[in-house]
């Protein structure tokens, strides 16, 4: 039996707004970030039940604490908040106390084997996560920040079951497994439409509750030794997200299921390797992904005097897909009196231009924003590479 | 070369060759799906004199006009005295209201009711013009601004219009304002005499708005300012639109917090920087809705304001750039073959009229 203790304490540094010089439109602002800290216990054991049949089972209690300092805002309607529903607020002083959460984690896992080169897994799980990730994927560089619980941003769950077939064929040269998954989470956070993540007091303002499910398979094919080494994996999952219609509470696309900003529906990698030789190998490794959703402009009209974007609702569009191709040559043994190797190597040989981000700015006095695209390498880059080994 | 120096160089070489690689950005093409033959309803009242428009149509596609509904039925509804006025389309897809029975009025709420060809009902909610509005000084001054040709960037000469505000002093908490800038110039045609008459042709009074796409907003909520100072509110080329006489008028419009925000939101649609401070976009609510259907979508605002306004002119005179003649250029004569069509019949010119408007001077 494995027993354990864990303390975690999450921070981050206070957001600070600094004016460049006197002409700057910015004023001085600093915004502390919340502070917690999570205390947790847990015990796992394995239970051998048959020689066909084990079992791994593990129980965590966690305890959350949001601690000071900290100012917290109170709203007239706090399933509604809004800047101009705020009634007060209450300053809390360094390390005291501001809001308890905590909870109970079981897991389950079990193995049934079938014979000598096949099985089943399945697993059941449940998690709390006393830190979220606000992700504002709408600008060239995501906008990453993290939230940790708070008086108004619950802990989120997740329960995850998964199950799994593995099979090994010819002597385990070959490895086989197709897996599925299915999570259930609540008290996901979303911002609302139009949200200011960045320069405010008030983030709670911003973000709403929702409810995530994710679902997929995977297939995986390996071959772990011969002259062709490599493997081949796709998976099909779905991550959706939905901000449940509360009395006159905001919510995202209506209140219906709508894709996480990590909803990529297809994944597919091919690497192989063929060796020649005591030291040489040709290898690729081409990869495919889904492009991540997000939004788009769909039309537009007129708003008094103004051309008026129309965007469709949250993350139905998506970015291009990614699709990369690498290859590589090694020949081994350049010198015959040292252990060497020299790799040719060319990465993105299509030289894509996958995108890292598409976003919209408005070039010029256009009347609306355009969309571009940010990628990050987008052009084949060849590469030589030597090694020796002494 | 010091090696301290070279290592610097490659050191930089390095980074510059890397930032190539990383920072491509480019155009793409991303149309997003849907939204296209939804209801637009957009108009207002004000507390200026008549007459108000209401426009309706159906989106079409991106950078398109709405196409314009017809033969709708639309009144303007005064929600406090239960008056209720017609509008008479003008031209397709825009209908007007004269004012003559209701003229927006300070404290009064106002509403619009749609009743389209095909039976459907549609409304605004209703907008109460709030007590009390700025008042505007204006000024000018003239620079340069960016503009892109494709996806090369030039200079163009600009004019900038400010304003000078004493902010609204009446019993509300708190104001929210937003500033237009509407502009009506003279259109000299090419002075051809009419073979008939002898007579020289006679000008058009052209309108139009000099910086639509701006749009300035400022609320007083959490302030203690009783004015503000030098509020830049459009930019406009200087083009030949300023040959002759170029008149500016400012309106400044107390809102509702409603279209405060609605348009805060539009202006965060429009002009999105491509930084980490642009706002996750979203389809913009407006205060128009399906009567018949809860579930349609319909896009638009129907407002109602408490507008003042300021006016200036240029003349020819005061614009510090060479202005290329347009209709009537020396150097080739009044019957040259090469002059735009407008230039011989300038009332096919959009928002164009040979009545000059009723604020014109006579002199």
């Known amino acids: 039996m494995n027993v354990g203790f864990e303390f975690s304490r999450y921070g981050s540094d206070p957001e600070i707004v600094r004016p460049e010089g006197p002409d700057s439109g910015e004023l001085p602002q600093k915004n502390e970030r919340d502070t917690g800290r999570e205390m947790s216990v847990y015990a796992s054991d394995e239970f051998p039940v048959t020689e066909i049949l084990s079992f791994t089972t593990g129980l965590r209690y966690t305890f959350y604490q949001n601690i000071g300092a900290a100012n917290v805002y109170e709203y007239s309607d706090p399933s509604n908040r809004t800047a101009e529903t705020i009634t007060g607020s209450t300053s809390y002083s360094k390390g005291q106390v501001i809001k308890n959460y905590g909870g109970l984690e079981p897991r389950l896992s079990g193995r049934v084997s079938l014979n000598n080169s096949a099985s089943i897994k399945f697993g059941y799980n449940r998690m709390r996560q006393y830190i979220n990730l606000i992700s504002n994927t709408t600008s060239p560089t995501p906008v990453d920040l993290w939230q940790v619980s708070n008086s108004y941003v619950p802990p989120q769950t997740g329960n995850n079951f998964s199950i799994g077939y593995f099979q090994n064929f010819k002597e385990n040269k070959w490895e086989t497994s197709f897996e599925t998954f299915y999570r259930k989470s609540k008290d996901l956070v979303e911002y609302r439409d139009f949200a200011t993540l960045l320069k405010t007091d008030h983030l709670e303002t911003e973000l709403l509750r929702a409810n995530g499910r994710s679902y997929g398979a995977e297939l995986f094919i390996r071959k772990v030794y011969g002259y062709w080494t490599g493997w081949l994996s796709y998976t099909y999952s779905r991550s959706l997200v939905k901000v449940p219609a509360n009395d006159g509470a905001p919510t995202v696309n209506g209140g219906r299921w709508y894709p996480s900003n990590y909803d990529k529906p297809h994944n597919a990698t091919l690497s192989a390797s063929r060796k020649f030789g005591n030291k040489s190998a040709f290898s690729f490794n081409f990869i495919y992904t889904s492009g991540r959703p997000t939004s788009a402009i769909s039309t537009s009209y007129l708003s008094d005097t103004a051309v008026t974007p129309v965007f469709t609702e949250r993350n139905q569009q998506r970015i291009p897909d990614y699709i990369r191709l690498d290859l590589s040559l090694t020949i081994g043994s350049v010198f015959k009196k040292l252990d060497d190797d020299l790799t040719f190597a060319i990465y993105n040989i299509f030289a894509r231009k996958n995108a890292y981000s598409v976003y919209y700015q408005r070039p010029g006095a256009r009347p609306l924003p355009e969309a571009y695209r940010l990628s990050m390498i987008g052009t084949a880059v060849p590469s030589i590479t030597y090694n020796v080994s002494f | ?363």
């Open chain 2, 1 to 363: 070369m010091k090696p301290r120096t070279i290592y610097r160089l490659v050191g930089k070489g390095i980074i510059f060759s890397l930032l190539v690689l990383i920072n491509c950005k480019d155009p793409i093409n991303l149309p997003g799906e849907g939204s296209i033959g939804i209801l637009v309803i957009d108009g207002k009242v004000t507390t200026q004199p008549g007459p108000y428009y209401v426009r309706l149509g159906y989106t079409v596609g991106l950078s398109q006009k709405p196409s314009p509904i017809l033969l709708a039925t639309v009144f303007l509804v005064d929600d406090d005295t239960g008056l209720t006025e017609q509008y008479l389309e003008s031209e397709p897809g825009v209908y007007s209201v004269p004012g003559s029975t209701i003229q927006g009025t300070a404290g009064h709420s106002y509403h619009v009711a749609v009743t389209l060809p095909n039976g459907k009902s549609y409304a605004s909610k209703s907008e109460k013009i709030p007590d009390a509005t700025g008042i505007d000084v204006s000024s000018y001054d003239f620079g340069t601004r960016s503009d892109f040709i494709g996806e090369t960037e030039v200079q163009k000469n600009v004019i900038n219009i400010y304003t000078d505000t004493q902010l609204p002093a009446g019993e509300n908490d708190s104001y929210y304002l937003r500033w237009n800038v509407s502009e009506t110039y003279v259109f000299e045609q090419t002075p051809i005499p009419n073979p008939l008459t002898g007579g020289i042709p006679r000008p058009c009074y052209v309108d139009g708005y000099s910086d639509p796409q701006r749009i300035t907003l400022f609320t007083t909520q959490n302030q203690e300012l009783q004015s503000l100072k030098h509020t830049l509110v459009a930019q406009r080329d200087l083009d030949y639109t300023f040959l002759a006489r170029h008149y500016f008028t400012i309106y400044l419009s107390s809102t509702t917090l409603e279209s405060y925000k609605y348009f805060k939101n539009v202006n965060e649609l429009i002009n999105r920087s491509g930084s980490i401070f642009d706002t996750p976009p979203a389809p913009i609510i407006g205060n128009v809705y399906s009567v018949t259907d809860s579930e349609e979508k319909v896009f638009g605002y129907f407002e109602a304001t408490n507008t003042s306004l300021t006016r200036f002119f240029t003349l020819r005179g005061n614009i510090p750039v060479s202005l290329a003649p347009y209709c009537n250029d020396p150097s080739v004569g009044i019957y040259w073959p090469g002059y735009p069509k407008e230039c011989h019949f300038c009332l096919g010119l959009s928002n164009s009229s040979d009545v000059p408007p009723n604020w014109w001077p006579t002199d």
